[in-house]
């Protein structure tokens, strides 16, 4: 810890306060090393955002997390859940703690939002009711712009990534989830969902859409929730007035994290579609990852096992994780999520 303190937002709502005009919702899970940079932006990205409050959800944390934002930042409202609750049940946490009258900023504590953001994005939604999430620019530690952008997951998608990989597939709008022409990160650009390390909701698209889906944990939960929202008639745009610097990465290089991306993409194709093309989507990622394990990459190899064990249909109330637990394959649910929580 810094031992520093970090100016409060101007215009901060009171602690006591049970609604505010903007909440920015942020959960954590052992991310000491990350939150500083994170909480010293706030700042700045709230300048012009009269009335905001910040809420920073702890999933049973075992470093230095919670201790860090006290003292840096005691303006922080932080909720400890009961346990490492995941992703999706920490933003649920954070809304109902305090009520959004004009919208909610959800942030990962490792994205760094630019001075000024939080204001774009607001007026962006209010702009167009049409609009219920709005996505800044996401920008590399290098500062450049990331591909945040992506496509709802298909069968055909599925296909070309298996067959193609995931950066050639891209080039084709019909073969890749994945938005990968920079051309297209211009302002006002829409998207069928945007990666969820910035997500900024309007208060129309939460009192439509409602809670987020606790079962995906980590991963998928951002996708399921644009496309709830597009099912509402709303739309995912983009504004190149705010950014957010964001590193990501870590499922690249955990096999557990890279096994939840896979049976959670399962997961999110079979809530939306009828059994018999789930089937064959299941079949698709299973190849997919199949071939990859034969290649010796230890992730697909667990993604593997763990899909052929769990098969196509995972329509039940449990969580991810805890369906993966029940399997008979290494699996440490305690590593999961990881400081960055989502992609």
């Known amino acids: 810890m810094s031992g520093r303190t970090i100016p409060q937002p101007t215009g901060l709502a009171g602690a006591d306060d049970p609604s505010a005009e903007v909440v920015v919702a942020c959960v954590t899970y052992n991310s000491a090393s990350v939150i500083e940079p994170f909480l010293a932006a706030l700042p700045a990205a709230l300048v012009g955002v009269p009335g905001s409050r910040v809420v920073v959800v702890d999933n049973a944390s075992s470093d230095d997390t919670v201790a860090t934002i006290e003292e840096v930042a005691p303006w922080v409202t932080v909720v400890r859940a009961p346990g490492n609750v995941g992703y999706a049940a920490g933003i649920n946490l954070a809304l109902r703690q305090c009520t959004a009258r004009r919208g909610v900023y959800v942030l990962n504590p490792d994205a760094v939002p630019s001075p000024g953001s939080v204001a774009h994005l607001l007026a962006v939604v209010e702009a167009d009711p049409e609009v219920g999430i709005a996505v800044p620019t996401v920008l590399s530690e290098a500062g450049e712009v990331k591909f945040s952008l992506r496509r709802e997951p298909t069968i055909l998608r599925a296909a070309g990534e298996a067959v193609l990989g995931g950066h050639r597939a891209a080039r084709h709008p019909w073969l890749g989830d994945q938005v990968r022409d920079s051309s297209k990160y211009v302002e006002g650009a829409t998207a069928d969902w945007a990666t969820g390390a910035a997500l900024f909701l309007s208060r129309a698209v939460l009192d439509a859409v409602g809670s987020w889906d606790e079962r995906f944990f980590l991963y998928s939960e951002e996708t399921d929730y644009a496309l709830r929202a597009r099912d509402e008639g709303f739309r995912v745009q983009l504004t190149t007035a705010a950014s957010v ?99």
Do not use: F
């Open 245 to 343: 610097t964001h590193p990501g990465g870590e499922m690249e290089s955990s096999p557990e994290l890279w096994t939840l991306v896979a049976v959670n993409r399962q997961r999110l194709y079979r809530k939306r579609h009828a059994l018999v093309p789930s089937v064959v989507y299941w079949a698709v990622v299973l190849a997919n990852e199949s071939v990859r394990a034969l290649l010796g990459r230890p992730r697909s190899r667990l993604a593997t096992q763990v899909l052929l064990r769990l098969g196509p249909d995972q329509t039940g109330a449990d969580t991810t994780p805890a369906l993966i637990a029940r399997t008979p394959v290494p699996w440490h649910v305690g590593r999961t999520p990881g400081s960055t929580p989502a992609t």
